[in-house]
């Protein structure tokens, strides 16, 4: 496949289909994932060209579904689940936290569980309750959990086939309301590790650390700041756990400012441990302190008044203004 245009959808389509192509052990299950091809038609026409053995429509029933994953796991599949929405993983939280996460430790490494579970994440596409939840930090806060997520089409074309392959349980966030954004995917382009975070925007004034769906409204709030003569350098984490910090203590370093940005709540959110970490290893190098850009501390508000909730490019650029005022 040469450099196309997709969605995010599509590509992560397509890096599906190269997966299960790829092992014959790798299965995808969850709810209207095969038929139906997923509410967002993420797996549209894989059960129609690898069966229904490997692309499987379950019962309504997380914590079946997760189960189940554990199961095939231990007996040398690679299970790919698919949480319809993430307000539904809670049923399948013990699962994932009792099982998941601990079998490789509680087997002293002699047992792993090479499972991935697909969850849709984030606000912004009108939903009703239950549809538009933050959990990440849920499962960063889990020992024995990888938690990773893709904001454009060629991360997630080539993240998805990594966690897939990888030995190790990875859950896996994907921005719905990115899904129909478009970019260029190359198939044959070397991969980026999996578990790196990289530069999006170069920039020398503030650093903005983001990730998912916050990843587009700060590189939107960066070229608005550059109107206005000042370079944001953002930097898209996509590894939530591990993090990898380097980049964001090196730009850090560099720019003496930094603002973080997710959808979720502020308290005890990933942007709490950036901004200790940061604070911890670049203390000297800091012109002020490091600021959140957040949803805020109440459960996710009606649809029709998302748009008050979420992050936007002004509350990014009112906290970017803010880290000169000291």
Request: glycine share 10%; net charge negative; proline share 6%.
């Amino acid at each position: 496949m040469a450099t196309e245009v997709l969605t995010l959808g599509k590509a992560l389509n397509t890096g599906l289909r190269r997966a299960l192509d790829r092992d014959p052990k790798v299965v995808i299950m969850g709810e209207d994932v095969g038929k139906l091809g997923g509410v967002f038609r993420i797996t549209d026409g894989l059960q129609k060209d690898f069966g229904e053995n490997r692309v499987i429509d379950t019962p309504l029933a997380e914590s079946g579904i997760i189960g189940t994953a554990v199961g095939l796991a231990l007996r040398g599949y690679r299970p790919v689940c698919e949480i319809q929405f993430d307000g539904f993983v809670y049923p399948a939280y013990d699962q994932i936290v009792s099982q998941v996460a601990k079998m490789h430790y509680r087997s002293r490494g002699m047992v792993r569980l090479p499972i991935v579970i697909r969850i849709p994440f984030g606000g912004g596409i009108g939903a009703v309750e239950h549809h538009s939840e933050s959990p990440e930090a849920y499962f960063a806060h889990t020992p024995g959990l990888k938690v990773v997520t893709c904001s454009n089409p060629a991360d997630g074309h080539t993240m998805i086939q990594q966690a897939i392959a990888s030995d190790d349980p990875i859950v896996f966030l994907e921005p719905k309301r990115r899904y129909w954004e478009k970019g260029e995917v190359d198939a044959e382009a070397e991969a980026y590790p999996l578990h790196s975070a990289r530069v999006a925007r170069p920039g020398t004034d503030v650093t903005v650390v983001a990730y998912g769906p916050m990843v587009r409204t700060a590189l939107d709030a960066a070229t608005a700041a550059a109107e206005d003569g000042r370079e944001l350098e953002v930097i898209d984490l996509r590894s939530l756990s591990p993090l990898d910090l380097g980049p964001v203590h090196e730009s850090v370093r560099r720019t003496g400012r930094c603002v973080v940005v997710h959808e979720a709540p502020s308290n005890v959110g990933l942007g709490a441990e950036i901004a200790a970490r940061v604070t911890e290893e670049c203390f000297y190098s800091l012109e002020s302190p490091v600021l959140r850009v957040t949803g805020f501390n109440t459960p996710y508000p009606a649809a029709r008044v998302e748009e008050e909730y979420l992050p936007d490019l002004d509350r990014v650029l009112d906290a970017v203004d803010r880290t000169y005022g000291w």
